[in-house]
Structures are given as C-alpha cells and as structure tokens.
C-alpha cells in the first residue's frame, strides 16, 4: 500500500486551485490519503464543502482526524458528518482495517511531554484542561484496542512527543502535543505515527504496506 500523508491544508477558496493541483499528483502515487487535521482555515462547513468537492475528484480512499482548527467554530460534528457522507473514513477514538492495514486516530491535545506534562492539581479550570487530554488519550486508547491487523498507523493532529516539535519556539511546545498520546501508542505498538500542527519540523517515512 502506498500511502501519502498530508496536515494543516487549512483550505480557503483562495487555496482551492492549489490544493487540487497538489491532490491531482498524488492520484497517481499513492493508493490511500491521510489527512492529519486542520482541513480547514476555520471550521465552517463552506469551507469543509469546498475541500470535499477537490476530495471527491481525486477518487482516493481517504482517512482523517480533525484539527484545532476544525474546531474554531464550533461546528466539528457537522464536519464530520460532511465527511463520512463524502467518503471520506473520519477517526475520532475509532479504528479502521482497509487491506490488511490498521488506522487508529484521534485529534489529541495539548499538555506537554515527558517530566514536563501537566498534571491535575490545583484549580478546577487546570483540571478540566488536563482532563480534556487525558480524555484524547483514552479514545487513542480505544481506537487502537479496535485493530487486529500485524501494521498499525496512527494519525493524531496533536504530536506525541516532542521530538517531532523541534523547531518551534520552546515556550509553545506543552500547546504542540502531550507524551500521554505516546503512552499509548507504545503500549500497543504502531509501524508509523502521523501528526500535523507542528511546520517547522520535516522529516521522511517511508512505510512498506500490504
């Protein structure tokens, strides 16, 4: 399986024509999308309704996890919904098999990395902010309890280690991702973890599929 992987399109009509030359190369190269959040600019269903008409043309299986950016307006169920009725196989705490393959995704969130994670002490607004990512984690959990394939992908917006947000301004990296995302994933095993948010930080995989 040849798998291109893409993040934070942050579709706009005026990125339209770009973003579809881009998929129109990809038609040819690759046999499954992966998305890693952030489809759009600001979460409005114009905007998700623009970047399925592209999704569409290009006749690729698509997976996908929303994005912060997803978020904004408050709209991310009719996103989804959008989504699934394209085609297109949404990962929100849920895992999909396709040709021996396993997806597991969820959008993540914040809170830091290694002895540096946020922990629930103190006030109610720090507990419910930590909760939230804890809550992230458990869906990864879930999703990935789901797979009984032998190759595993997981597909996050939020980064799971901080390794991969190198590049950014260190006072932002605890808003980048969480290790709680990586606990999990080592704990049941994955041959690739893909992520977005993060586009200081470039780097190549290359995943030997069914």
Avoid: W
Avoid at 41 to 63: I, K
């Amino acid at each position: 399986m040849r798998i291109a992987a893409t993040a934070d399109l942050h579709f706009s009509a005026q990125s339209y024509s770009t973003i579809q030359d881009q998929f129109v190369k990809v038609r040819d190269e690759a046999d499954l999308l992966l998305i890693a959040g952030d489809l759009t600019n600001y979460g409005q269903p114009p905007e998700m309704e623009m970047l399925l008409n592209a999704l569409v043309r290009l006749r690729l299986p698509t997976v996908a996890v929303l994005g912060n950016h997803d978020y904004e307006s408050g709209q991310e169920s009719e996103l989804q919904r959008m989504m699934a009725a394209a085609g297109i196989k949404v990962l929100d705490g849920t895992g999909y098999e396709r040709d021996g393959v396993g997806f597991a995704g969820t959008k993540g969130f914040v809170g830091g990395f290694g002895r540096g994670v946020l922990t629930a002490f103190g006030e109610r607004e720090v507990k419910a902010f930590v909760q939230a990512a804890i809550d992230e984690a458990v869906k990864l959990e879930r999703a990935m309890s789901q797979l009984r394939t032998k190759k595993r992908i997981v597909v996050l917006h939020y980064s799971p280690i901080a390794s991969t947000v190198m590049g950014e301004a260190p006072e932002i990296f605890p808003f980048l991702g969480t290790s709680r995302l990586a606990e999990v994933v080592d704990r049941h095993g994955a041959d690739l973890v893909v992520h977005g948010l993060c586009p200081s930080f470039s780097e190549h995989f290359e995943f030997s599929g069914a």
